[in-house]
């Protein structure tokens, strides 16, 4: 049986500070999804390990104390050989949030890669040594495995000069500082989407909007990302639902000088405390907030959130010159037709008219059938972008092998 034989299955893993979320995809072609689930509250007491097939049925649901990321996806394979009868396990694939200045495609985990992606832990300190602990896990339990590690940034990574500068002085661009975007693989997904549906992207002028828990916009121009609204870090751009997006930088430092909070009480200010939760002082979940639109905070938070997302929206039309088609992915954006419409009021002057109905509905064209700019919904399959990145990168390992 070869490496990619159509009885292998592919792991698609991303792991978060207390969670291991993953996929199972069949490594034949077409890349099917047989599994998806996650291992929560690691090293919290009682953990959850829960599993869906692809008919999105329940399968395992399990609550057990799992100490750590090795413990997780040890739990992980062995259901997946003796309770999922999956077939044999041939490659994993890794959603690493930051690869770094020279990173512009997924890469084979290699010892050098490793070492190099610790060196840059501070550059995504809340996110790059939980990817770290996913990869050191497989390769303690499975140092055979081919591991492939896809990269957040890496699809932004040919944005103009003028998009990764950061005004600051310029001795600090050296030390990495600079302007690099994140949520790359739904970006590359959607674009390989709107290819596969017959979209003209190499001309049409489009937008991007992965709104989400996390959320960040993107400048579409031949395919290609020309500008996001994330920039140096995860924290920026949009309000988000625990993140406050841009602030003026001056807020930073009367919370560091005048407020007397340290560097760390900040972090968690802005990473964990602001956006929709910290406007709305209830939660950070869309659908709840969208719920209590009797509550005054809650009202607010979703409007805002709409406002600053417009008011990106507006701004990208200027690097582009135009604007042809809007797409809205990601938990929020692709099932909340009230943000959606919010977030579109007043942009007729761009072209932009939704059809009520349509977009209530949810399908995939929600804009009027005449208007200038084709508004749309794509779930986007970020897993599914993995697992494709690990199949070409595995085979082309082969083939160059000989194997």
């Not at 121009?221 to 996001?228: A, D, F, I, L, N």
């Not at 992915?329 to 909340?336: D, H, Q």
């Amino acid at each position: 049986m070869s490496l990619m034989s159509p009885d292998t299955v592919i792991l698609v893993i991303n792991c978060g500070s207390s969670s291991l979320k993953f996929a199972i995809f069949a490594s034949d072609p077409t890349l099917p999804r047989l599994y998806s689930g996650a291992v929560e509250r690691i090293g919290m007491g009682q953990s959850r390990f829960h599993v869906e097939d692809k008919a999105r049925s329940t399968v395992l649901d399990a609550t057990e104390a799992i100490a750590d990321h090795t413990t997780a996806l040890a739990r992980v394979l062995a259901a997946l050989e003796e309770r999922l009868k999956a077939p044999r396990l041939c490659a994993v694939g890794h959603r690493v949030v930051h690869g770094g200045e020279d990173c512009d495609c997924p890469l084979p985990v290699t010892e050098a890669l490793e070492e190099r992606l610790t060196r840059l832990i501070p550059l995504a300190p809340l996110h790059l040594p939980h990817n770290l602990a996913g990869i050191a896990a497989v390769r303690q339990a499975r140092p055979d495995l081919p591991q492939i590690a896809s990269f957040d940034t890496s699809f932004h990574h040919g944005l103009p000069r003028l998009a990764q500068l950061v005004p600051l002085s310029r001795e600090l661009w050296e030390t990495g500082i600079r302007r690099y975007g994140f949520h790359g693989l739904s970006y590359e997904y959607v674009v390989d989407h709107l290819r596969r549906d017959g979209v003209d992207i190499e001309v049409e002028r489009v937008i991007v909007a992965h709104l989400g828990n996390g959320a960040s916009m993107c400048a579409l121009h031949q395919g290609r990302s020309v500008e996001t609204t994330m920039g140096f870090s995860t924290v920026a751009g949009l309000m988000m639902g625990t993140r406050c997006g841009d602030i003026d930088p001056g807020v930073v430092l009367y919370l560091l000088k005048q407020i007397g909070l340290s560097a760390n009480e900040v972090e968690t200010l802005l990473y964990q405390r602001s956006g929709l939760l910290g406007i709305s002082g209830l939660t950070s979940d869309m659908r709840e907030l969208l719920a209590h639109q009797d509550e005054a905070a809650a009202r607010e938070a979703v409007d805002l959130f709409c406002y600053r997302v417009r008011h990106h929206l507006a701004a990208l039309t200027a690097v582009l010159g135009g604007l042809d088609r809007v797409v809205f992915t990601g938990g929020i954006g692709a099932n909340a037709p009230e943000v959606r419409a919010r977030i579109c009021a007043n942009l007729r002057y761009l072209g932009v008219v939704l059809d009520s109905d349509a977009n209530n509905a949810g399908r995939r064209i929600v804009s009027e059938p005449k208007a200038a700019v084709t508004v749309e919904i794509v779930s986007t399959d970020e897993e599914l972008m993995i697992a494709r990145h690990v199949r070409r990168l595995t085979a082309a390992t082969m083939a160059h092998s000989g194997a």
